[in-house]
């Protein structure tokens, strides 16, 4: 089993910035591909961005390229999501979520553990 807490998020105005965290325990997560979802209200889970395991590749959804950087440090069992330049679209809760394989995967029933998420709140 894998325990996933996300931390980091808050309420910013547009335009600014929040460094997600989510911190691993019960087993490395060097073994797993690593995910970030987001769900906002009345809406269904939306892929945000993954790292495949030696975080040598990585994907993004559109409307996060350029903007988001997704990475992380086995070290600390720990994976990051830097957001800049949010945007009030961005408004959701994020979750982090381990997929044991080592390829990426932008299809959340793909994946194996999930956290509790954490709320992203961007005002314009």
């Known amino acids: 089993q894998v325990q996933l807490v996300e931390s980091g998020g808050g309420l910013v105005q547009a335009g600014g910035s929040l460094r997600l965290s989510c911190a691993a325990s019960?087993?490395?997560?060097?073994?797993?591909?690593m995910g970030w979802f987001r769900q906002a209200p009345d809406k269904g889970r939306e892929f945000v961005a993954a790292?495949?395991?030696?975080?040598?590749?990585?994907n993004y959804a559109d409307s996060v390229k350029d903007r988001f950087t997704i990475s992380r440090d086995n070290a600390k069992n720990t994976v990051y999501l830097q957001m800049n330049s949010l945007k009030p679209e961005d408004t959701a809760t994020y979750y982090c979520?381990?997929?044991?394989?080592?390829?990426?995967?932008?299809?959340?029933?793909?994946?194996?553990?999930w956290g509790q998420g954490t709320q992203v709140t961007v005002s314009s």
């Open positions: 790292i495949n395991r030696n975080a040598d590749s990585t």
């Open positions: 979520a381990a997929y044991q394989n080592k390829y990426i995967s932008t299809w959340y029933t793909n994946y194996d553990y």
């Open positions: 019960g087993r490395t997560i060097s073994s797993y591909s």
